[in-house]
């Protein structure tokens, strides 16, 4: 049996843009950190611990305190159910059924790593109709770093399962972040983007594949049934 681990934002759920939007709205009415770098690919810990952690260390010298960070939480979920009554959050094009059809199959165990925190994350994932609490999931609760929330969801799977170990694992994202989480850990990793230079950055990231959607689920789920690697 393989285990397929999905990212959340831009990967399952069309809402990447509105998350950074909120994220960085919250940022600055909470703690009032302007000017904030958008390029994640740049902080330590592409997560939203990691890089709330990141921004008070350059700005305060300190860490986050707990209630610091729940407080930003209950913002940020606020913001973010604010803008869905403005547009709503959109599954990527075919990612429910593929996903369903996925969680049903004795060939595969699914699991679900994001950086985000559960909070927000079983927010949007509830928002576009992708709510899967059966799942294995690990979150940016349980790590700062991307390797970390991986081999979290890696183990609630496992364990989900009764095993110790997998034939092989494959991680679907769409970030550089995600690519060279997986490749740091060994994972096979496919790729999800329509825009041709991400899509590009993704294979020199190493990704085995990319797809746009889940639309064509034959021919995706022929790659991961080529996808051999043991982890």
Known sequence: MKLVMFDIDGTLTQTFQADEACFVQALREVFGFTGINTD?????????????????????????????????????VSLLT???????????????DFLSNLTSSSAF????????????ARFKLASTGLDFPQIPAAFSDDA????????????RAAQSRSRDSFDAVIYVGDGVW???AARNLG??????SHEPARVERLYAEGAHHVFADYLDADSFMAVLHESNHVA
């Open 40 to 76: 994640w690919a740049c902080y330590p810990h592409c997560s939203d611990s990691g890089i709330l952690e990141a921004l008070f260390q350059l700005g305060l010298g300190r860490s986050p305190l707990p209630t610091e960070i729940s407080t930003f939480q209950a913002h940020f």
């Open 82 to 96: 604010a803008a869905t009554v403005v547009q709503p959050f959109n599954p990527i094009a075919g990612a429910r």
């Open 109 to 120: 165990a699914v699991s679900l790593a994001s950086g985000a925190w559960e909070c927000s």
């Open 144 to 155: 700062h770093a991307r390797e970390a929330i991986m081999q979290a969801s890696l183990a």
């Open 178 to 180: 995600d690519a060279r």
């Open 187 to 192: 994972f096979r990793f496919i790729g999800i």
